[in-house]
């Protein structure tokens, strides 16, 4: 299971990447593999500000839904459009292509709350 060290993680399997006051957010190689086969990726949300474990958006794949949350809160900039067309990339490449969306964080000492790897690794029994 790959759990890249340089992230951040929730306990909804999301990871987080923070460059300045944006934060890319997608889920991790624990929950897609969890999902199966990802078929349909939903953010309704971009433009809007939501707070820290709000919806953001859903991940639908062959048997299942699950709500993302969003890990801080903060504005929603941005959606990544390829999943529209290629929603497998989130079983391909978690951490990479398969990123779902950016957030312009409200408050970035926030990120400092976050789970570390290795407390994701033990969450999971990695």
Known sequence: MNIPADLKYTKEH??????????????????????GDIVY????????????????????AVKTVSDLFLPLAGEIV????????????????PYGQGW?????????????SLLSAEDYKNLVGA
Do not use: C, H
Request: charge should be negative.
């Open 78 to 93: 941005e959606f990544n459009e390829e999943l529209e067309s290629n929603p497998e990339a989130v079983n391909g490449d």
């Open 14 to 35: 999301e990871w987080i990447r923070l460059e300045g006051e944006i934060a890319t957010v997608g889920i991790t190689d624990f929950a897609q593999k969890e999902l």
């Open 41 to 60: 990726v939903e953010v309704d949300t971009l433009d809007q500000t939501l707070d820290k474990d709000e919806v953001f958006g859903t991940v639908e």
């Open 100 to 112: 779902m969306i950016k957030i312009r964080v409200s408050d970035v000492a926030d990120f400092d």
